[in-house]
């Protein structure tokens, strides 16, 4: 008799579950500061699409957590998370154009970026778009807000080309 072949569903959902318990392998390196084993598991997830190790990779970037500090990279990183809707990604474009790491200081950015991180369930993300908003004029936040609405509307991919 023939043998079943798992169906395409079916193998991404294994791959998923693999995957889960490798990022977790990941994050429990990370805590335990084991920035060298955690790197070595985030890349090749980051690399294949996983959303949250790309997060981890930018933070990584970010802070010089086992790599070089590189705000450039952790903005790449931060970017590729984003336009899966991760909100942990978009916290740290918030964070970037808020302080101008490894680009240009932007108010409208920052404020757009943390928006849809807090609309992604990211609780940080509030008290800095609070913070934003106090610096910010009406039509500062107007055109901030429309922009997160345009970025929804994208998939939040290609959001930095509307402003």
Request: a negative charge; glycine letters at 10%; one cysteine or more.
């Amino acid at each position: 008799t023939p043998t079943p072949t798992p169906s395409p569903t079916h193998k991404k959902a294994e791959m998923n579950v693999t995957e889960s318990i490798i990022f977790k392998e990941g994050i429990d390196a990370y805590e335990d500061e084991d920035y060298k084993t955690a790197l070595a598991i985030f890349t090749p997830l980051a690399e294949d699409g996983h959303a949250e190790a790309q997060f981890y990779l930018g933070f990584m970037y970010s802070y010089g957590n086992g790599v070089p500090e590189n705000e450039k990279t952790a903005v790449e990183w931060y970017t590729l998370a984003a336009e899966q809707g991760d909100g942990s990604g978009m916290l740290g474009l918030g964070d970037a154009y808020r302080m101008g790491w490894g680009v240009p200081k932007n108010i409208i950015y920052a404020h757009m970026w943390y928006n849809l991180s807090s609309g992604q369930g990211q609780f940080l993300a509030d008290s800095d778009l609070d913070k934003m908003a106090e610096r910010m004029t009406a039509e500062e936040i107007t055109t901030a807000e429309q922009l997160a609405v345009e970025c929804i509307a994208k998939e939040y991919k290609g959001c930095m080309s509307s402003y």
